[in-house]
């Protein structure tokens, strides 16, 4: 039978495994969410839910350091940005707690005849989430807490190197005091998992991960006439346009790059710079992704800790070396240990070579030189994907004109890593469809029925 399992990328070291769902086991799930469905979120109050999701958010909070410590064991990720994150799914939380009243309040409507008419947001019932390695708790409180505020249930199946993260987080909703049903950890192969999709039990399903994770799972959502939200990829532009403090504009480059290890889907990953800032541009940024430390996750002045795994450091290096190899320019880094990878720029890099198009999940940025403002959003939208981007200047009109421009789901203008729980999240192309956090988060997975009602005589 195939397992999850603990695989500490530092070390490689394995720690745990996990045995897949049964079938059996798979059907009480689908059992009991279909009930919790059906009955205690139909039958609960607004304030008792609000008041349980709250909760949620505390204990993240009581059991901030172990929860943390889980994830630097699970996918390498720093010890500083996971104790970040588990504050974040916290926040999340708290955010749809505290906002559930508008999230499931009626939206009354002008109409032209006599009477009243509303929009109800009513839920759906069960839904399926498939959730990545990357943010182990960030990714699945967005998913979540929103959609547990509105009365669906969750099933949720995690990534398989994430099993004892995922098993802290529904042990936190089963002591929050939420009845069985209403969220379940699953251990699912891919092949279990279309299954549930199939199952008309399941009125929809989110999934956040690779492209081909999303077409897979879109695939089989529409051939089931299912619902489906699709996070993906992304390759994200940042364009220094001007600057009054180019040490500033680096240093929020090197961030947005080096966030999560470089393994984040809205990650700034191509830095398009005008002519006239690019030498200097170029020469800092390298020298600061040369600089960041990279080493144990667990030490206080890490900044890039192992990748994931082994395999995901092989296929960066893998896309490194090929960029190369078809004329792209090697700045610094290059070289990978084991599933350490350092800070890496990439210079040269055409259309014709495979590292234009391709997405570089790891501390890798590719800067380009451009003339101006036209090009440089020419160069930002010549991409499938459509995610977030960055947009540098010190001018208040072209940001305006700039942001209006780009081809993505969210423009940041003079800032970076500014996500926050009402904030909507989501992207373009062939970065999925959808949108995470914020309100509109909790307009995805409802019934926004119509209630007509005319005047009585």
Not at 22 to 49: F, K, M, N, Q
Not at 319 to 345: E, I, K, M, S, W
Request: with cysteine; proline share 5%.
């Amino acid at each position: 039978m195939s397992t999850y399992a603990v695989v500490n990328p530092a070390t490689g070291e394995t720690l745990a495994t996990y045995p897949t769902a049964t079938d059996i086991e798979v059907e009480e799930a689908l059992v009991a969410a279909d009930e919790a469905a059906r009955g205690w979120l139909r039958e609960s109050s607004v304030e008792e839910r609000a008041r349980l999701l709250r909760r949620v958010a505390e204990l993240h909070r009581e059991r901030r350091d172990a929860l943390a410590e889980i994830i630097v064991r699970e996918m390498g990720k720093p010890l500083t940005a996971a104790l970040g994150e588990v504050d974040f799914a916290a926040d999340i939380t708290e955010y749809y707690a505290d906002n559930i009243g508008r999230i499931t309040a009626d939206t009354p409507l002008e109409i032209l005849g006599e009477g009243t008419a509303v929009i109800r947001r009513s839920p759906l019932g069960v839904l399926l989430g498939i959730m990545p390695w990357n943010f182990p708790y960030y990714q699945v409180a967005r998913f979540a807490a929103p959609n547990i505020a509105i009365g669906n249930a969750i099933l949720l199946k995690h990534a398989p190197q994430c099993p004892q993260s995922a098993e802290a987080i529904a042990g936190i909703y089963s002591d929050a005091g939420f009845p069985p049903g209403v969220y379940t950890d699953l251990r699912l192969t891919n092949e279990q998992a279309a299954q549930v999709i199939a199952d008309p039990r399941v009125q929809g399903v989110s999934v956040t991960g690779s492209e081909r994770a999303g077409a897979a799972v879109a695939e089989v959502a529409g051939r089931h006439l299912k619902k489906a939200v699709l996070e993906l990829g992304g390759s994200d532009p940042f364009l220094l346009l001007s600057s009054d403090d180019l040490d500033q504009a680096v240093q929020a480059a090197v961030e947005a790059r080096l966030d999560n290890v470089g393994q984040s889907c809205n990650g700034a990953k191509r830095f398009l710079v005008v002519d006239d800032l690019y030498d200097a541009f170029l020469e800092k940024f390298a020298a600061a992704m040369s600089a960041a430390t990279v080493g144990d996750p667990f030490a206080e002045e890490t900044v890039l800790g192992p990748l994931s795994s082994v395999s995901a450091a092989e296929r960066l290096a893998e896309q490194v070396d090929r960029a190369v190899a078809q004329g792209a320019t090697l700045v610094t880094g290059g070289t990978r240990d084991g599933a350490f990878y350092p800070g890496t720029v990439l210079t040269g890099v055409t259309r014709d070579m495979d590292a234009y198009r391709e997405e570089f999940f790891g501390p890798v940025g590719v800067v380009y030189r451009v003339a101006d403002e036209d090009e440089a959003v020419k160069v930002a939208n010549d991409t499938g994907f459509g995610l977030g981007s960055y947009v540098f200047t010190t001018d208040p009109e072209q940001a305006e004109r700039v942001a209006d421009r780009i081809d993505a789901g969210m423009v940041y203008v003079n800032v970076v890593l500014a996500d926050s729980p009402e904030l909507p999240f989501g992207g373009v192309k062939r970065s999925g469809t959808g949108r995470e956090l914020g309100l509109l988060a909790a307009d995805e997975f409802v019934n926004k029925k119509l209630i007509r009602v005319a005047p009585t005589a």
